[in-house]
């Protein structure tokens, strides 16, 4: 994977405040995307009724766990090399427990307990309110294995333990799932079909956050465009669409709507959108209310229409320059970024042209971006020899890149000379005598700390740049403090 922007992480090792009263350690490692780090929140809550506290030293773990993910081959092999690392701990600790949660835990099911030997316990996304029993199993001596995909969990009524924050910012569940059925995907068959929590809990978790001092949510969803509550999780069938319409209560710009208004000063995002099933109703919220930010993910993954297809992604390229001229005429200054995928199963130069041509057109922020991985399971692995050379695919992905670090210089410029408002999320990486934050665009920034602190919202004057990173100097607190 390549992702064209500063200060990022892609695996992070969790703890949290813990409770006196509890006497085994727990160390949690995750990896992939966003909704890994909410759910390991949701297993450390779990987890903390049951006497463990997490910890950030991994020889002192009773409990090991590592939340896994399915995207790419390359994210799965990162995992076993992990295991490696955890056998060999527990060759001079033998009480340790290891398991695996997530995505992979829930592709390769059984099958993990036969390929990794140290593992004791293999836990799917849909099944952490098992993991007491699951515990108990392995404490009695027997290898536990919970993969069933449920067509309701939604963890809504499990408040998350907030894991390695900065108490400024935090995801927060709203979907689960997907039922979009790309064909080079595996979270439909890893996290099952889509599934929308009540809105009441999102506002009780959010309303709380803001109680202890969080600044900004990001809600969260595989595809947050497809969130509806009409009384229960999963989606109905409908007979026609104004019966639909009359059983959908709250769609995802209504929630956006009510999550804007129950905390008028939080900053809220959302990731991620599906091209096919964003509505203009949410850009239209979007611009309606300030506090939530003008930057939307907008994956891709093509421009062409032949591999679009391929790909089952039910947009064409001109539908998606629609979307992104709409979005540009409602909202002037939105931020966009992408997923692309370089070399998919029969790409020609011509396709890997319009990929780049519309790279061109829309000049996305920044965006992520990766060479095909067939992945074992999917309609494309089925179906579509894998046929593009490495070779190929490496230098297709090089070349978007270089594409997508050229528009990144481009659109960080265009904020120099500006003031804007950052919420000051942490010190820079880079230099520990500044922030660094983000503003509404998702742009990171850096400036001096002065007399500053984490969770103020700070005027930022921009002076220069890196390609993705915003230079400033502070001339103020916003009024949002």
Not at 91 to 105: E, F, I, R, S, W
Not at 212 to 231: A, F, R
Not at 341 to 353: A, L, M, N
Request: aromatic share 6%; charged share 30%.
């Amino acid at each position: 994977m390549e992702k064209i922007i500063d200060e990022s992480v892609q695996g992070t090792t969790l703890a949290i405040e813990n409770k006196n009263t509890n006497t085994r350690k727990l160390y949690i490692e995750s990896y992939g995307c966003a909704m890994n780090f909410s759910d390991s929140e949701i297993v450390a809550s779990i987890l903390s009724k049951e006497g463990f506290n997490t910890t950030d030293i991994l020889e002192e773990a009773d409990l090991v766990l590592v939340n896994t993910c399915s995207i790419r081959e390359k994210a799965e092999m990162t995992v076993r090399k992990r295991l490696e690392k955890f056998n060999a701990i527990k060759k001079t600790k033998p009480h340790m427990k290891v398991g695996v949660l997530g995505c992979m835990a829930e592709r390769l099911k059984d099958k993990f307990l036969e390929e990794e030997k140290i593992v004791d316990m293999v836990v799917g996304p849909d099944a952490y309110k098992d993991l007491p029993n699951l515990i108990q199993e392995i404490d009695e001596g027997r290898n536990a294995v919970n993969v069933i995909l449920s067509k309701e969990e939604t963890y809504g009524d499990v408040a998350p333990v907030r894991l390695n924050t900065n108490g400024v910012n935090a995801f927060v569940s709203i979907t689960r799932g997907c039922d979009n059925m790309c064909t080079f995907c595996v979270v439909p068959f890893t996290r099952g079909r889509e599934r929308s929590r009540d809105p009441q809990s999102i506002l009780e978790e959010v309303n709380d956050l803001w109680n202890k001092g969080y600044k900004e949510i990001t809600l969260l969803g595989q595809n947050v465009d497809s969130y509806v509550w009409y009384g229960g999780g999963l989606k109905k069938d409908f007979t026609n669409a104004s019966e639909m319409q009359k059983a959908m209560a709250v769609d995802f710009s209504k929630l956006l709507e009510m999550v804007a208004l129950a905390q008028p000063k939080m900053r809220i995002r959302f990731s991620t959108s599906n091209p096919q099933d964003m509505t203009l109703d949410v850009i239209h919220t979007m611009a309606k209310h300030e506090n939530i930010c003008n930057y939307i993910h907008l994956p891709v993954q093509s421009g062409s229409n032949r591999i679009l297809k391929e790909m089952n992604r039910l947009h064409t390229r001109e539908e998606y320059f629609e979307l992104i001229d709409n979005i540009r005429k409602i909202i002037p200054n939105c931020s966009i970024s992408q997923d692309m995928i370089t070399g998919f199963p029969t790409e020609t130069e011509e396709d890997h042209q319009d990929t780049l041509s519309l790279m061109e057109y829309v000049k996305y922020d920044f965006g992520y971006m990766y060479a095909y991985s067939e992945r074992p399971g999917t309609a494309a692995a089925r179906k579509l020899e894998d046929d593009v050379p490495l070779a190929i695919k490496k230098r297709r992905l090089a070349e978007v890149i270089a594409v997508q670090r050229e528009h990144c210089k481009i659109r960080t410029t265009q904020h120099i000379g500006k003031t804007q408002e950052i919420l000051i999320e942490g010190t820079s990486k880079k230099n520990e005598n500044h922030w660094m934050g983000r503003n509404e665009h998702n742009t990171v920034a850096v400036f001096p700390k002065e007399n500053y602190k984490l969770g103020d919202f700070v005027n930022v004057k921009m002076e220069e740049c890196t390609s993705a990173t915003l230079i400033g100097t502070a001339v103020g607190l916003s009024h949002n403090n």
